[in-house]
């Protein structure tokens, strides 16, 4: 879940630095898809927690 965390906060900050300095909108999109991975991951550790587990 750490790095979830970190990967969101990773996102915002990219994101701010991306919308705020002129003529870097690449990091603003790079924000996006880090914070679209960090969904993702945690969605699957999420639905992987739900079950026993395997042997």
């Known amino acids: ?15 701010l630095i991306g919308a705020v300095v002129h003529g ?3 990091l603003l999109v790079i924000g996006v898809v880090v914070f679209l991975a960090a969904l993702v ?3 699957v550790r999420a639905r992987r927690a739900g079950r ?4």
């Open 1 to 15: 879940m750490v790095w979830v965390l970190l990967l969101v906060i990773a996102a915002i900050v990219l994101g």
């Open 24 to 26: 870097l909108v690449y």
């Open 41 to 43: 991951l945690a969605a």
């Open 52 to 55: 026993p587990p395997t042997r």
